[in-house]
């Protein structure tokens, strides 16, 4: 007769602890591939995922706090002591099984929250400042929105080391103490005969529940308000019938905060030779065109569209398509998805930007017609 002598499983990592650790895994990789590999036009998935990153991190939070034994942040070991004696355990090949986390597995996940945390604060700042959109579209300029992007595409290449450590701290944890640690956080369960955690607690559920209900909906109340307001620096544009007129007869109407109030005195002022075309206009037609482009030219505006194109090229400072920004986001572009119809021209931005009238060029109104790739 064979006798299997099983160990007793012992409950560790209770549900909502599991839960929020593979939907942190999904959430996480979806921000990162949407925002290391995908187009621009992925942006939406990109911000829900980073919101759900967010969302789950401050539940996390509350679980710390609330949540049984395993799940509190009480019972994770961060004391340089505790470090050490993990170390030295590793250097002379000693094993000894924690509950919980061991003290460099603490140190992980403690790691995890801060960063994670910081690149969705950046990010929605970035979200709001350059691109007016967001609950914080209100309050930030798109300078403050830019000095945060190096920040965080930084911590995002951080959390991406991270990510490869943490797998390689599992697997050789899971190695030496010949207990799979990964599926430990499937089931929950791990063989008894580890070391117990230091603070013995029971889970509080329903108060967890209530203050996520209400945090939450405080939150998403605040959100979209906020959300609701108009974006800092970007006042509305009200189209003058004449310029749409003459102005959208050859190619679309080019926004007025697409070029510098200089670059629009430079065109008004030489409709006669407009490219190699006669585009003039009787004098007081001109005059008012002039006007309203002036009024609202990029000096005027913190669109990421009015930064951008505000510096203009030296030899070339009346095209759109000749400013350092359009030629490198522009560049990667074949010459002839810009010849095929339905595009036919760079200057059609509309083929593409699908909010190109209102001047925003938001990332997610971008699609190239499908046409052009026969
Ligand atoms: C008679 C036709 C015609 C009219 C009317 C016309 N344009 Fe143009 N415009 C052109 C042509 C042609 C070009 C050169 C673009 C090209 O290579 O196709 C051009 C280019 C431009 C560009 C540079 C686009 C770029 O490449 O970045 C701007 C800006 C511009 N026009 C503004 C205006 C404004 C403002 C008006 C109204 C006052 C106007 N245009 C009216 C024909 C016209
Ligand atoms: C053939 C399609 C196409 C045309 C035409 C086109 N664009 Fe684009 N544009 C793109 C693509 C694709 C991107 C994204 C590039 C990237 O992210 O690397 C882009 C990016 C941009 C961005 C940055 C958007 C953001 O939010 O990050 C701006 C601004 C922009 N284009 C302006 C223009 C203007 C102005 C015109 C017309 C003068 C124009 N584009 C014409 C395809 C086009």
């Not at 004696?85 to 002379?92: E, G, P, R, S, V």
């Not at 992980?108 to 960063?115: L, S």
């Not at 889970?203 to 307001?229: F, R, W």
Request: hydrophobic fraction near 50%.
């Amino acid at each position: 007769m064979n006798v299997a002598i099983a160990a007793r499983k012992v409950k560790v990592w209770d549900l909502p602890v599991r839960l929020f650790h593979w939907l942190l895994v999904a959430s996480c990789g979806t921000a990162l591939v949407t925002g290391f590999l995908l187009e621009a036009n992925w942006l939406s998935v990109h911000i829900w995922a980073g919101g759900i990153v967010l969302a789950l991190i401050a539940a996390r939070a509350v679980w710390g706090f609330t949540g049984p034994t395993y799940a509190r942040f009480r019972n994770f070991t961060l004391s340089p002591s505790a470090v050490f004696a993990h170390l030295k355990d590793i250097a002379t090949g000693a094993v000894h099984r924690d509950g919980g986390h061991n003290a460099l597995g603490a140190w992980m996940v403690t790691g995890f929250f801060i960063v994670l945390t910081g690149i969705c604060i950046t990010g929605f700042m970035m979200l709001g400042g350059m691109f007016k959109q967001g609950p914080l579209k209100a309050y930030l300029s798109f300078a403050t929105g830019r000095l945060v992007r190096e920040p965080h595409e930084l911590l995002a290449w951080l959390v991406l080391a991270m990510v490869a450590a943490h797998i390689a701290g599992v697997v050789f944890e899971s190695f030496r103490s010949k207990e799979n640690l990964a599926r430990a956080m499937v089931t929950g369960v791990k063989d008894e005969g580890f070391i117990p955690a230091r603070h013995v607690y029971t889970s509080n559920p329903a108060i967890a529940l209530a203050i996520i209900a209400i945090a939450g909906a405080v939150l998403a109340y605040t959100g979209i308000s906020a959300n609701a307001l108009p974006g800092l620096g970007v006042k509305p544009v009200t189209a003058d019938a004449a310029w749409q007129k003459e102005c959208g007869d050859c190619h679309m109407a080019f926004h007025p905060t697409l070029l510098p109030a200089a670059s629009w005195e430079k065109i008004m002022s030489s409709l006669d030779d407009h490219f190699g075309e006669d585009a003039s206009l009787p004098p007081e037609t001109a005059t008012a065109i002039a006007a309203f482009l002036k009024a609202n030219s990029a000096e005027t505006s913190d669109t990421l569209p009015a930064n951008v194109f505000r510096r203009v090229s030296e030899t070339r400072p009346l095209e759109i398509t000749q400013t350092p920004f359009w030629l490198r986001l522009h560049g990667e572009i074949p010459d002839a998805v810009f010849k095929a119809p339905p595009v036919n021209s760079r200057q059609n931005c509309a083929a593409c930007h699908g909010d190109a009238a209102s001047g925003t060029f938001v990332p997610q109104a971008i699609s190239i017609p499908k046409e052009t790739a026969k």
